[in-house]
């Protein structure tokens, strides 16, 4: 609530500021998630065409190499003090015309309602608090986002209610980065590239050794060369998966050698992707490789590749949600990301017929 008690102290400010008001045309985009969250507002974004963007540190280099965002604003850097917050407030007060909020936690809410704008659209979702209603009267438009409606679709229609994700295309980078080098091995002719994500950041949406080494065993007949990658700090996953797979010349380790400006060009070389409701598969989906997503815990109706994709869950296990992620649960892992017979034949198949090498 102490947000609520900033902003009407700066309410005077914003009252004064808005005499002076003038359009300018700008587009301010308020999305302080994570890459996966970030790669579903990028519709939007392309949408919009120009926009500035107030984001999180993590997905830096992948909005800065994105020729549709302007400038770009690091929530970590004005949240810190009052005087951060005031001075990006005072900063951004009579900017922009446009103002889309998708996240709104009580920080971007403060933000988006401190600024002045003709036009202010905000997401509201089934996370929302009672103290935050002063905020949303700043608003001149509301999308309502459920548990089960697809985010992305909310987010694009906060410009325009007739839009859908169908209506613009998702992307990671625009253009598509291309490094001046990458490793060799991403090249390797004759094989089944998958690329894995064997964490998802969150503990408990990540899938289990026991269920990876399952799933190689159904797939051995095919020639998959398997590419995991992932960050310095997610080596501890990877020893904890070849402590149960045993060291296997079809894994190869990725971890901590390429750079996230660098991760779609990447995993554009992959001809599948396998992970739980992780960043990489968002990424994936945008660059257009056939995506495995097994879901465990989280509400894919909500929130999942829209690509070609074969998810792989049980709905009885469906308990976390986009605005309202859970990090512990009743179920063991291995119980949530458990794959039967079905769904290994399910994920045998789509490899098959997808696999463009043959």
């Known amino acids: 609530m102490s947000y609520l008690f900033l902003f009407i102290l700066f309410l005077p400010f914003k009252l ?6 003038k359009k300018t045309g700008r587009n301010l985009v308020i999305q302080t998630a994570k890459i996966g969250d970030f ?41 810190k003090s009052l005087w951060r917050k005031f001075h990006l407030a005072f900063k951004l007060l009579n900017r922009y015309e446009n103002i889309y909020l998708l996240q709104p936690n009580s920080t971007n809410l403060f933000f988006a309602a401190c600024f002045n704008a003709t036009n202010k ?20 438009g509301i999308v309502e986002h459920g548990k089960y409606t697809l985010s992305v679709d909310n987010y694009i229609k906060l410009a325009d209610r007739n839009l859908s994700w169908r209506d613009s295309p998702k992307h990671a980078t625009k253009p598509l980065k291309i490094p001046a080098a990458w490793p060799e091995v991403l090249d390797q002719p004759d094989v089944i590239k998958i690329g894995l994500s064997i964490s998802a950041g969150n503990k408990a949406k990540t899938i289990p050794p026991v269920i990876w080494a399952r799933l190689f065993e159904s797939l051995q007949k ?5 590419y995991i990658f992932g960050s310095k700090n997610e080596q501890v996953w990877l020893d904890d998966l070849l402590k149960v797979t045993g060291d296997k010349e079809n894994l190869i380790s990725l971890i901590g050698q390429i750079a996230l400006e660098d991760l779609p060009h990447a995993i554009s070389k992959m001809d599948f992707y396998i992970a739980s409701d992780s960043g990489n598969v968002y990424i994936a989906d945008a660059v257009g490789v056939p995506v495995i997503l097994i879901y465990g815990p989280c509400c894919a109706k909500e929130q999942r590749p829209l690509g070609n994709v074969l998810l792989i869950g049980e709905e009885a296990n469906i308990n976390s949600f986009v605005f309202e992620t859970r990090y512990y649960f009743d179920k063991p892992r291995e119980e949530l990301f458990a794959l039967s017979d079905e769904a290994l ?3 045998y198949s789509f490899i098959t017929n997808n696999d463009k090498n043959k």
Do not use: M
Not at 16 to 21: D, H, M
Not at 39 to 64: E, F, G, Y
Not at 222 to 226: D, K, S, W
């Open 16 to 21: 004064i500021g808005k005499l002076f008001y």
């Open 39 to 79: 790669v579903n507002v990028t519709p939007l974004l392309a949408h919009l065409k120009h926009s500035d963007v107030l984001i999180c540190k993590t997905v830096l280099p992948l909005a800065r190499n994105d020729e549709v965002i302007d400038t770009i604003y690091l929530i970590e850097e004005h949240k």
């Open 121 to 140: 659209q905000f997401l509201s979702t089934y996370a929302r608090r009672w103290y935050q209603a002063l905020f949303y009267l700043t608003a001149n």
């Open 222 to 226: 095919l020639p998959c060369q398997y």
């Open 345 to 347: 034949s399910s994920i």
